[in-house]
């Protein structure tokens, strides 16, 4: 294994790099690496026969031409994903076989027309084949390179007889990455699937997903109303119940940039920007954010230039003040941009 000697924060490849190829792509993931990204970040779904495959959600219709495909017309149904009603294809009604012979769409394909120029060039891809890609990489870069796995809708799985602790587990072990090891971090929505990772002995970090608002979907399962919302784990108190028992939080943009620029009083507020990095920091914990995007769309209105939704906006000085305050790792669709932003930040404070 190579040294690992990326600078921080780490920049991720959110799905590879889905502003310039259909996310979850094998291409996509190559050329994320090949942008400069440190690792990439696949969500992991199972099929009906215990396959993880990588998707951004269970349910297809966005992602591939499921749709198109005549002989999987009576795969469409409707079911409750996390207490709300979804109508499409869903992964766990298909086999790997099946499956294998889909292709992958862009999913902002209307915002991202280069990216859904490659729409149906590509099949889907299974964790197995990341974990080939990622070693494979880090030969050819001779630098160290990282998987972060995000499991989707882990308690829905698990109802369903597809826990998808004990699929990722093996997994690991057929890859040949043990029980996991320090290229290896693990984030869900669900803190019980990251404790279940615990238990099982993997190595890798666990990172809880902050949601922007709501409640975690496992945790209203169990406790109901009484069921604490994501605010509540980014209050200071929150982050400390937290540190000993995850390595770090990951947050959506919204929780660091475009907010007021007032201290958080001491009422047991969820905290924001550079205060939210800082208290988890005060505990112990890395945080990451997501997701970094250059598309008007998706920037805080001040930073938003002309009228396409799609055009760039101001992207370097929003990515530059998420940098500023003190994240340990970005998610962004466009790793070169994120490579560009954090050279820059770095510069400018050497």
């Keep these: 294994m ?32 090949a942008l400069g990204a440190d690792a990439v970040e696949p969500d992991l779904v199972a099929t009906r026969d215990g396959v993880l495959v990588l998707r951004h959600e269970n349910e297809i219709s966005g992602t591939t ?28 009604d298909f086999t790997w076989a099946e499956l294998s012979t889909l292709r992958s769409r862009e999913r902002l394909g209307a915002i991202r027309h280069a990216s ?11 964790l197995r084949e990341l974990f080939a890609l990622i070693d494979r990489a880090a030969d050819e870069q001779r630098r160290m390179l990282r998987m972060v796995a995000e499991f989707k809708h882990a308690a829905h799985f698990a109802a369903l007889g597809l ?45 809880f997903l902050i949601e922007n608002s709501g409640s975690p979907w496992d945790l ?8 604490p919302r994501y605010d509540d784990f980014v209050t200071e108190r929150g982050l400390r119940g937290l540190a000993g028992r995850f390595d770090g939080v990951s ?54 230039r002309g009228t396409s939704r799609a055009g760039y906006g101001d992207w370097a000085a929003e990515f530059g003040e998420v940098l500023a305050t ?22 400018a404070r050497a």
Aim: hydrophobic share 40%; charged share 25%; no cysteine.
């Design 65 to 92: 031409d499921v749709a198109t495909r005549p002989e999987f017309a009576g795969r469409r149904t409707t079911r409750e994903i996390d207490g709300t009603p979804l109508t499409g294809w869903f992964t766990e």
């Design 163 to 207: 826990p998808l602790d004990e699929l990722f587990a093996a997994e690991l072990a057929a890859a040949g990455w043990g029980t996991g090891d320090e290229r290896l971090i693990m984030e869900a929505f669900e803190p019980t699937l990251l404790d279940r990772l615990g238990e099982r002995g993997i190595r890798g970090r666990r990172v």
């Design 251 to 304: 947050v959506g943009t919204p929780r660091l940039v475009g907010t007021p620029k007032r201290s958080p009083d001491a009422t047991g507020s969820p905290l924001r920007g550079a205060a939210l990095v800082a208290a988890a920091h005060a505990a112990g914990l890395e945080v990451f954010t997501w997701t970094l995007r250059p598309e008007n769309r998706f920037l805080t209105p001040s930073r938003r």
């Design 2 to 33: 190579q040294p690992d000697l990326a600078p921080r924060p780490l920049v991720i490849g959110h799905r590879g790099a889905p502003g310039y190829r259909p996310e979850h792509t094998r291409s996509a993931y190559e050329l994320a690496f």
């Design 116 to 126: 859904a120029s490659f729409d149906g060039r590509y099949p889907i891809i299974r």
């Design 326 to 347: 003190g994240v340990d790792g970005v998610f962004v669709d466009h790793p070169d941009l994120g490579v560009e932003a954090r050279g820059d930040w770095l510069a």
């Design 220 to 227: 209203v399962l169990a406790e109901g109303r009484r069921a």
